[in-house]
């Protein structure tokens, strides 16, 4: 890796554009920093300190502590991962925006142009709320029309403007801003983090104790790393042989490639929607005051809180870690059956002339497929369950309470492993140039 590294600073375009996502990367951590006008920091702060689940502190996660600090970047860029999912969603449940995406390269400078739009007016709904909200019971300094404008339209531009960063990054850094952004914002929790670990874990024991500690947290973390990178990289290819074509005197086809199905297809977003859902309940009670009571209500809010896990002295609450178990599955099976399309696939083998040996065309392609499908979809989902539920299993055993959980884990390995790979690619065309153009 730092071999690769070195090379690629060696080509001036490719340190060009490193330089430029460093530069971009720092313009997030500073806009992170600067407060906006006429709120009070220590209302949200406290605030944030009393809420027992771990909503606020997915959001914080995202946000790279923006959020706690009420800064101009608060939202982060949390309304365009939003609006790219509904997106997603829309483009199956809507004709025109699926004809859209079909239409090649114009096409998806729509549906991103679109995406755009709906990012603006979820940040725009988002900031009205928190100013409206938050506002009433103290955020702002005073609470008038005036301070409400200016909280509404420092959010909403702060949210635009790392989208606008994301996408510079993207077209003229290393490619995938908007995870790269998300990336250093996730990134920037961990060593708070880590000094949590050190203070209760470490901090006044013996040197023994401390030493035992420390590298229990480094191999779990090592552990879960190394697992996390398998399952983002495995993947199952299934054969597929193109018949030969005689075209005049010349013989085309024949060619011999595979389908590569990722073993974790949905990626992060099961992890997500599980969590959102599971979550949602709690912070409307939580807005609302309740959830603290010892009525049935106030039993099911603390099954669904992931803080009450894997607690041994309350088992009876872990119900809601098999809970989010299930609804993970689910969304996994869902998400992968809305953007990967067995009968499209084996329509498009039909056409080309392609076929999996040993599979007829057709409908017995399509039942195949599904069938491989569905059994790679179960065992990234398993995958997922494992990287989630350790920290949840640490929290409740030991108390371990950061940021970086499995969610924040599977994205930092995710994104990495993709920039990576972006780079070597830019450095293989590079390559290729300087051959095909006697260049040294």
């Known amino acids: 890796m730092l071999k690769s590294l070195r090379k690629a600073l060696s080509i001036e375009d490719i340190r060009k554009r490193l330089l430029y996502t460093l530069a971009m990367l720092i313009v ?3 806009g992170s920093q600067l407060p906006t006008p006429g709120v009070d920091p220590t209302f949200i702060q406290n605030f944030f300190a009393q809420q027992t689940g771990d909503a606020f502190n997915f959001f914080e996660a995202f946000t790279g502590g923006s959020f706690t600090r009420m800064s101009v970047f608060a939202l982060s860029i949390t309304p365009y991962i939003t609006s790219s999912i509904i997106m997603q969603l829309l483009t199956i449940a809507i004709p025109k925006l699926e004809e859209m995406q079909k239409d090649g390269e114009d096409g998806r400078k729509k549906i991103a142009a679109i995406t755009r739009y709906v990012t603006v007016g979820l940040a725009l709904i988002e900031s009205i709320a928190m100013a409206v909200g938050f506002g009433r019971q103290g955020l702002l300094e005073e609470y008038n029309f005036v301070n409400c404008a200016i909280v509404v339209c420092t959010l909403t ?84 042989q193109y018949s030969k074509k005689v075209q005049g005197r010349k013989m085309y086809g024949g060619q011999s490639t595979h389908i590569p199905l990722k073993v974790n297809t949905a990626g992060v977003i099961p992890v997500i929607f599980s969590s959102s859902l599971m ?34 002295e309350n088992p009876i609450y872990s119900v809601g870690l098999v809970v989010y178990i299930l609804l993970t599955i689910f969304f996994a099976y869902f998400y992968t059956s809305i953007t990967f399309n067995p009968m499209e696939i084996a ?10 040996p040993g599979i007829r065309p057709g409908k017995p392609t399509v039942d195949y497929l599904t069938k491989i499908l569905n059994y790679i979809i179960f065992v990234g989902a398993c995958g997922l369950i494992i990287v989630q539920v350790i920290p949840y299993f640490f929290n409740g055993v030991f108390g371990a309470n950061v940021s970086f959980g499995g969610t924040s884990l599977i994205i930092i390995v995710g994104v990495v492993l993709e920039t990576i790979k972006k780079i070597e690619s830019q450095m293989l065309v590079r390559n290729y140039t300087g051959f095909l153009n006697n260049k040294r």
């Open 347 to 356: 329509n498009n083998m039909k056409k080309s002339g392609g076929f999996i």
């Open 279 to 312: 979550q949602t309940p709690i912070v409307i009670a939580q807005f609302l005051g309740k959830g603290n009571g010892t009525g049935i209500g106030s039993k099911i809010l603390a099954g669904l809180n992931s803080n009450n896990w894997c607690d041994p």
């Open 157 to 240: 531009a702060g949210s635009a403007f790392l989208m606008w960063i994301g996408e510079r990054i993207t077209e003229k850094g290393v490619g995938n801003g908007i995870s790269i952004v998300l990336l250093i914002n996730i990134v920037s929790r961990v060593p708070d983090d880590f000094v949590t670990l050190y203070t209760q874990f470490m901090k006044g024991k013996t040197i023994a104790k401390a030493g035992l500690a420390g590298v229990i947290i480094l191999a779990v973390l090592l552990v879960v790393v190394v697992f996390v990178i398998i399952l983002q990289d495995g993947e199952r290819r299934i054969a597929v």
């Open 28 to 30: 997030v951590r500073l």
